[in-house]
């Protein structure tokens, strides 16, 4: 059965609306519903309805993304990337171990509210990356030319140590200059 292309525009609107939807904080859930009801005005004009449910999922993104704890869990995913890129890609531990601790630091420092949080991220990430790059036994580091031993997991593993510090450090710092 072939299905009419202004139900699957329809169908794609209403996917459109719902992740719009689902984007929006808790308290904005109010602008969903009108989100849908002026979705619903827009039925018979499958043009329109897609244009809304497109800026509808825009405003949806632009207002999640201003939230806090969104902006929090950006910033730290992109750090935490660039953060292994590098230790990826240069032969300088100094360099990598500096990065970290300066990451942790200032992070700890700009979201004090989750400082153990951000250093545990932030220190374990390379254990992480090691690891997974041994199990998968793809994308070894720059530096290494055979997969790392125990003991090298173990090393990579206390930069925890150094991650947590900085991040409380950081904390520390922010709560005796004040907000």
Partial sequence: MRMKGGDTIRRISDMLLALACRLLPRDK??????MRA???QLDRQWRESVRWSLGCVWAASVVRAREPDTSYVVLLSGLCGGLV???????ETAATIAALVLIAGL?????ARHALATGAAVGCILFVAHALSTLTG?????????????????TVFALTGPGIVSSLTGRFIRTRIGP
């Fill in 29 to 34: 859930a109010d602008w969903g519903d009108a």
């Fill in 38 to 40: 002026e979705a619903a």
């Fill in 85 to 91: 890129y590098l230790d990826w890609h240069t032969m």
């Fill in 107 to 111: 992070l700890g420092f700009t979201y």
């Fill in 138 to 154: 793809e994308f070894l580091p720059f530096y290494q030319c055979e997969n790392p031993s125990v003991e090298d997991w173990l």
